[in-house]
């Protein structure tokens, strides 16, 4: 596709049971990043993939929270036993590698949780 | 961190051309200055990006110091849809480090 895209855009949970939220990237992109954005606060980061090499994931807040990317392309971002306080709206975002002088992260619309 | 310092709001009326600064004083020879905005209930937008040289593209000009310790994001011409929180954000130019780590941005209100 043309640009990032992420599924679902809305999702109500209720709290104790496990979410994924997908990420497509832009075709081509090596670099993966997902981030974290709560009501009224600033972007946090989660976690970060590049190529084959071993995912930076210094940003997951817990370890109820963890992310996989298949076959260098899709991810998957998932939250096990949700608390009301993993509302937010979870972005993904990509780029060329970063070995590229000056490359560009580009972000998708966001996938809006709600944990009631 | 942020390496970056941002007023946390500003306005400028619609159709003037809105200056946006941004202090990095720490900035280290091997990063670029990184700007995007986000508008409300959006995702971030890249907007531009420098080294050391101004640069323009057809959404803004970046002015960087000679120095690179700050830069100037100007929208020419503000219209009400540029309403929205500015990120000033400094980046390695290549290599693992490179995510980018956002501050509290600068919100830029533009009035009829």
């Known amino acids: 596709g043309a640009g990032v895209s992420q599924s679902p855009s809305n999702k109500v949970t209720e709290k104790g049971k496990d979410v994924e939220l997908r990420c497509d990237p832009i075709?081509?992109?090596?670099?993966l990043y997902w981030y974290r954005q709560s009501l009224g606060q600033g972007l946090e980061f989660l976690i970060y993939?590049?190529?084959?090499?071993?995912?930076?994931k210094s940003g997951l807040p817990s370890d109820r929270f963890s992310a996989e990317r298949t076959g260098g392309s899709v991810s998957t971002l998932t939250i096990q036993r949700t608390q009301q306080e993993d509302s937010a709206v979870y972005l993904c975002?990509?780029?060329?590698?970063?070995?590229?002088?000056?490359?560009?992260?580009?972000f998708g619309e966001g996938s809006w949780l709600t944990v009631v | 961190d942020a390496k970056t310092t941002q007023p946390p709001s500003m306005d400028c009326a619609e159709g003037r051309a809105a200056n946006l600064p941004c202090n990095h004083s720490?900035?280290?020879?091997?990063?670029?200055v990184y700007w995007y905005r986000q508008i409300h209930s959006q995702g971030p937008q890249y907007i531009i990006h420098?080294?050391?040289n101004n640069e323009t593209n057809e959404m803004a000009s970046l002015i960087i110091t000679e120095d690179r310790k700050s830069s100037t994001l100007i929208l020419p011409h503000a219209t009400l849809r540029d309403t929205a929180v500015y990120y000033c954000?400094?980046?390695?130019?290549?290599?693992?480090?490179?995510?980018?780590?956002f501050g509290k941005g600068i919100t830029l209100s533009v009035r009829p």
């Open positions: 975002a990509s780029s060329l590698s970063p070995d590229l002088s000056g490359n560009t992260i580009y």
């Open positions: 075709s081509g992109h090596t670099a």
């Open positions: 993939f590049q190529g084959n090499s071993a995912p930076d």
């Open positions: 720490t900035i280290s020879g091997n990063e670029y």
């Open positions: 420098g080294l050391k």
């Open positions: 954000i400094v980046r390695p130019f290549t290599g693992a480090n490179s995510k980018l780590t």
